[in-house]
């Protein structure tokens, strides 16, 4: 035995010694996430392509749900299989609160992915999920931005030739008010894909919430703050308030990061003169929609911090009295 | 007879030994592994583009389920850095468990060799193998 050895072993003796105490100290917290996760979370890159389905995607829409987003093709011989396979039983296992979670998946083969092809491949695993695809140059920016990389592979020796795509197959989870928080890399369990879903379900209060936020976006008003002083500095936001509780619940104040203070409003026809008006509360009956819309109740942001941009998202925080503080991000159309 | 409380001590002292090794051999390996934690520096993108041949992370990296399964990677630097997969914003850090033993292999362009390769070992199985592991371990921290 070396001596380097001895004294190892010496040690030893003594933490043993040193009863049960764990000898590695715990990680520090990530909120929980078991995946791989990002601290501090950042705003997902937003993007628009056009679905499958024949609709048009943009990520930014999905606010109030769980995104969950993947890359792959059609063609693909194993891993996209599984993948889709695996998220297809994670979203069984949610039940109920997989209507609060939406599973995206972007070619990364436009060249043989046309919409009617992919949409009958994700159908097969589950026909909420959503299939992307597009031309090559509106496909690859977002393939960048989440840092997938994609490759071509001719199969040699091939009749008809054909290629295979070597890309990254990671898991995306961006989480109810639009922030990427896990990057899970192929091969992560699926059992902690779920857990982690879970989690952003249960953190944004979107599962069992009462109070149910759909839709919010700002509008600018006509003329800019950047116009110059005097200019008007307001704009108004928009949303559908959903009480799914079996109590009455009220908004009774909102803030934001864009502007010094927020108010409700309401917009009021009289006799032909549209009037806007203050108003303290906007009363939410049990099981009721309320839509904060133009014309209407909405949202009045006052002094804005600095110019709004169409696509940019702001930060609302909706108060009720009931359900407290719900915090979502709107679109700046 | 005066040398038998002698014996008895030696003897005594053996069966502690054998137990504690028998104990360091089979005992089960701590609930959550440690963190192995990389700093992109800042200054790092411009040490780049002024071509300095500047390895950021070793490539392999190796780590071992249930004993150091944890990665962590910080992005110190002032701007955007890709790490395999893992594209980092500024003052952003990436956490990730491995549960299971691996082997990925990652393009990146902050490894000289422009690959990322992890390397996720089996825990030492109970035994010899664990043994040898957790004297290694204390001899690595003497």
């Given at each position: 035995m070396t001596p380097g050895r001895a004294l190892a072993l010496i040690a030893l003796v003594v933490s043993?010694?040193?009863?049960?105490?764990?000898?590695?100290?715990?990680?520090?917290?990530?909120?929980?996430?078991?995946?791989?996760?990002?601290?501090?979370?950042?705003?997902?890159?937003?993007?628009?392509?056009?679905?499958?389905?024949?609709?048009?995607?943009?990520?930014?829409?999905y606010l109030g749900k769980v995104v969950v987003l993947t890359f792959g093709y059609t063609s693909c011989p194993d891993v996209c299989p599984t993948v889709l396979a695996e998220l297809a039983q994670v979203r069984e296992r949610l039940g109920g609160a997989a209507k609060r979670v939406q599973v995206v998946y972007v070619s990364v083969d436009p060249e043989r992915d046309n919409p009617a092809r992919l949409l009958g491949f994700t159908e097969q695993f589950d026909k909420?999920?959503?299939?992307?695809?597009?031309?090559?140059?509106?496909?690859?920016?977002?393939?960048?931005?989440?840092?997938?990389?994609?490759?071509?592979?001719?199969?040699p020796g091939s009749q008809p030739p054909t290629y295979l795509i070597h890309h990254s197959a990671s898991v995306f989870l961006i989480d109810a008010a639009g922030r990427l928080r896990v990057m899970a890399p192929f091969g992560t369990p699926s059992d902690d894909v779920l857990h982690d879903i879970r989690l952003l379900l249960a953190e944004s209060g979107a599962q069992d919430a009462a109070i149910i936020l759909e839709k919010p976006w700002v509008r600018r008003a006509a003329a800019m703050p950047d116009a110059g002083p005097g200019a008007p500095s307001t704009a108004a936001g928009y949303v559908n308030v959903l009480n799914r509780g079996k109590a009455r619940d009220a908004l009774i104040s909102a803030i934001t990061d864009v502007a010094e203070r927020v108010e409700l409003?309401?917009?009021?026809?009289?006799?032909?003169?549209?009037?806007?008006?203050?108003?303290?509360?906007?009363?939410?009956?049990?099981?009721?929609?309320?839509?904060?819309?133009?014309?209407?109740?909405h949202l009045m942001l006052i002094g804005l911090k600095h110019a709004l941009a169409p696509g940019q998202t702001v930060t609302l925080t909706l108060e009720f009295e009931r359900a407290g503080r719900i915090t979502t991000r709107a679109e700046v159309r | 007879m005066t040398r038998q409380p002698a014996a008895i001590a030696a003897g005594a002292g053996v069966v502690v030994v054998l137990g504690i090794l028998a104990w360091a051999a089979v005992a089960p390996l701590p609930a959550t592994g440690a963190a192995l934690t990389f700093v992109i520096p800042p200054g790092t993108a411009a040490r780049l583009k002024a071509g300095e041949?500047?390895?950021?992370?070793?490539?392999?990296?190796?780590?071992?389920?249930?004993?150091?399964?944890?990665?962590?990677?910080?992005?110190?630097?002032?701007?955007?850095?890709?790490?395999?997969?893992?594209?980092?914003?500024?003052?952003?850090?990436?956490?990730?468990?491995?549960?299971?033993?691996?082997?990925?292999?990652?393009?990146?362009?902050?490894?000289?060799?422009?690959?990322?390769?992890?390397?996720?070992?089996?825990?030492?199985a109970a035994g010899l193998e664990r043994l040898r592991w957790r004297l290694d371990q204390l001899t690595a921290r003497s």
């Open positions: 043993c010694l040193a009863a049960g105490a764990p000898a590695q100290p715990a990680p520090a917290g990530n909120a929980g996430l078991r995946s791989g996760a990002f601290d501090p979370p950042r705003e997902a890159p937003d993007f628009t392509l056009p679905a499958a389905s024949g609709a048009e995607f943009r990520l930014s829409r909420t999920f959503l299939g992307l695809t597009g031309p090559t140059d509106q496909l690859a920016p977002v393939w960048k931005a989440y840092g997938v990389s994609v490759v071509r592979r001719e199969l409003h309401e917009t009021r026809n009289m006799s032909g003169m549209m009037m806007m008006e203050k108003v303290s509360k906007v009363e939410l009956a049990a099981g009721s929609r309320v839509e904060l819309r133009p014309g209407s109740y | 041949p500047f390895n950021v992370l070793p490539s392999p990296i190796h780590l071992t389920v249930g004993v150091r399964d944890v990665l962590v990677i910080t992005n110190d630097d002032e701007v955007i850095h890709q790490v395999g997969p893992i594209i980092l914003g500024s003052r952003q850090t990436y956490r990730i468990p491995f549960r299971k033993p691996g082997h990925f292999k990652y393009a990146c362009s902050l490894h000289a060799a422009g690959t990322l390769t992890l390397v996720i070992a089996p825990p030492p």
